[in-house]
């Protein structure tokens, strides 16, 4: 799935391909992913210019003069530029047409979303997907103390409270993992029993290890061609995450792996506290 970094990388490659250029038509060829697509994607928005693009949490906002495309790649999904044209594969849903080349969406699972927001229902920032979103970790808005306030009164283990996003975006299982590592936090502590200072420590951590998997990443995806919104995954080299039994990397004690909530942690039995 893919989580922030890799989100963010294919943010950047998408501005250095398509901002500033205007669409000339989209073609569809699926009527749903996980939500209906825009039936008429093509009126709306052909001789339209990219004037913008952001990301929010994993959700890539491509602003236009009269409203905003948002796309999320969901679990498989990816999206390439294609300077030349290439027939359509199975499971390439949708292709947007610019002057120089075509923006294609690939998405076997069908959990990714293409929806049309328009300008006259107001701003995007209010839209039911977007709205109730926690703080962007890369932002200034985040730090520990913000963190902390979140945690509090929490009785949930400080890696679900991270994973559900409302208080801080973006933070899936692998990056969730590797940053209580870093922190020496242990994913199964509550996240009401966090000092302001550990809580400290883990919003470093989360923001050093996203920063350097979108460096490893951007460094990978040089041509945005090919990004397939996962290759930025094998660039971190992870501390924990996927290393069940092989030796931490700090203090050599085995690394552990357990479900939670189905889903997979990691951590060091002699690191993590
Ligand atoms: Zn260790």
Same mark, same amino acid.
């Given at each position: 799935m893919p989580e922030l970094p890799e989100v963010e990388v294919v943010a950047r490659g998408l501005r250095a391909r398509v901002l500033g250029h205007t669409v000339r038509g989209a073609q569809l060829r699926a009527s749903a992913l996980r939500w209906p697509l825009p039936a008429d994607l093509s009126g709306v928005l052909a001789g339209r210019r990219v004037e913008r693009i952001d990301r929010r949490g994993k959700y890539l906002l491509l602003h236009f003069g009269h409203g905003t495309l948002i796309v999320h790649l969901g679990m498989s999904g990816s999206l390439r530029f294609l300077e030349r044209w290439e027939p359509p594969?199975?499971?390439?849903?949708v292709d947007i047409g610019f002057g120089h080349g075509w923006l294609r969406l690939h998405d076997p699972r069908r959990f990714g979303a293409l929806l049309w927001h328009d300008a006259a229902q107001g701003p995007v920032a209010a839209h039911p997907l977007l709205a109730r979103l926690g703080v962007e970790p890369?932002?200034?808005?985040?730090?520990?103390?913000?963190?902390?306030? /979140? *945690?509090r009164g929490r009785r949930v283990a400080i890696k679900q409270l991270l994973l559900a996003g409302q208080v801080v975006?973006?933070?899936?299982?692998i990056y969730a993992s590797e940053s209580l590592f870093r922190a020496g936090i242990r994913p199964t502590t509550r996240a009401a029993r966090l000092s302001a200072a550990r809580c400290e420590a883990l919003a470093q951590a989360i923001r050093a290890t996203l920063a350097l998997?979108?460096?490893r990443g951007g460094s990978t995806l040089r041509d945005f061609t090919g990004a397939d919104g996962q290759s930025g995954y094998f660039q971190l080299e992870c501390l924990v995450y996927g290393r069940q039994g092989e030796p931490c990397r700090r203090c050599g004690a085995p690394i552990r792996m357990a479900h939670h909530q189905q889903r997979a942690?990691?951590?060091?039995? /002699? *690191?993590?506290r």
């Amino acid at each position: 799935m893919p989580e922030l970094p890799e989100v963010e990388v294919v943010a950047r490659g998408l501005r250095a391909r398509v901002l500033g250029h205007t669409v000339r038509g989209a073609q569809l060829r699926a009527s749903a992913l996980r939500w209906p697509l825009p039936a008429d994607l093509s009126g709306v928005l052909a001789g339209r210019r990219v004037e913008r693009i952001d990301r929010r949490g994993k959700y890539l906002l491509l602003h236009f003069g009269h409203g905003t495309l948002i796309v999320h790649l969901g679990m498989s999904g990816s999206l390439r530029f294609l300077e030349r044209w290439e027939p359509p594969q199975r499971h390439d849903h949708v292709d947007i047409g610019f002057g120089h080349g075509w923006l294609r969406l690939h998405d076997p699972r069908r959990f990714g979303a293409l929806l049309w927001h328009d300008a006259a229902q107001g701003p995007v920032a209010a839209h039911p997907l977007l709205a109730r979103l926690g703080v962007e970790p890369l932002e200034g808005g985040f730090d520990g103390g913000l963190l902390h306030r /979140g *945690c509090r009164g929490r009785r949930v283990a400080i890696k679900q409270l991270l994973l559900a996003g409302q208080v801080v975006v973006g933070v899936g299982n692998i990056y969730a993992s590797e940053s209580l590592f870093r922190a020496g936090i242990r994913p199964t502590t509550r996240a009401a029993r966090l000092s302001a200072a550990r809580c400290e420590a883990l919003a470093q951590a989360i923001r050093a290890t996203l920063a350097l998997a979108i460096e490893r990443g951007g460094s990978t995806l040089r041509d945005f061609t090919g990004a397939d919104g996962q290759s930025g995954y094998f660039q971190l080299e992870c501390l924990v995450y996927g290393r069940q039994g092989e030796p931490c990397r700090r203090c050599g004690a085995p690394i552990r792996m357990a479900h939670h909530q189905q889903r997979a942690t990691y951590w060091c039995p /002699g *690191c993590q506290r």
